[in-house]
């Protein structure tokens, strides 16, 4: 099977390109602070350089591409400041869950909200999603303001879904379809 690439896309402030294995040190520090991964239940922070090439080579892998992973780069001074990206895409049903991540330097100043508007554009017209899903820590109340701003809908919430250094966390059940993005 060939191997899908994801394009390149670009916002005003971003540029948002695949993940490469020459990102493994940014990777590696970056998912080894406990900041930004404090609401990762589905994963500890990273302790070895290995881990970091795993996860990008988990992006990178053509059989069945269910996922994809993109490098948020500040077109400023081209730093790298977060990820996001699809995961469980269901080609048969036309969903896929969204994820996202941002250094904590960065937050409150509108680029996820811009990545993710380019994001979820892709996800609706060149991915023909219908349904895009998020899962977040109950806790995470800035992520869940920034899913309510792009129009998502809370569906209910998983009860103790991760389980995490010996303790259960609930996670709520977000949603957004094709149909509410257009409107």
């Known amino acids: 099977m060939s191997p899908i690439n994801f394009p390149t896309l670009e916002t ?11 990102d493994a040190d ?18 500890a922070p990273l302790t070895e350089y290995a881990q ?3 996860i990008i080579e988990f992006y990178l892998e053509p059989e069945g591409k269910t996922h994809n992973r ?8 081209g730093q790298p400041i977060g990820t996001c990206g699809f995961h469980k895409w269901d080609k048969r049903y036309f969903r896929a869950e969204i994820g996202y ?6 937050w409150g100043q509108g680029y996820m909200l811009e990545s993710l508007r380019a994001v979820i554009s892709h996800g609706f017209e060149q991915m ?5 899903e998020a899962l977040v820590y109950v806790e995470n109340h800035r992520s869940i303001q920034l899913l309510q701003r792009l129009g998502f809908k809370q569906e209910g919430v998983l009860r103790d879904y991760f389980y995490l250094d010996g ?9 957004l379809l094709r149909s509410e993005w257009k409107s």
């Open 101 to 106: 991540d941002l250094s904590p330097s960065f």
């Open 52 to 54: 970091a090439q795993e």
């Open 167 to 175: 303790k259960f966390y609930d996670h709520s059940l977000f949603a």
């Open 128 to 132: 023909k999603l219908n349904r895009i």
């Open 12 to 22: 005003e402030r971003l540029i948002l390109r695949q993940m490469t294995l020459e």
């Open 26 to 43: 940014f990777v590696f520090q970056y998912f080894s602070a406990s900041a930004v991964s404090q609401y990762l239940m589905d994963e």
């Open 70 to 77: 993109w490098i948020m780069i500040r077109k400023s001074d």
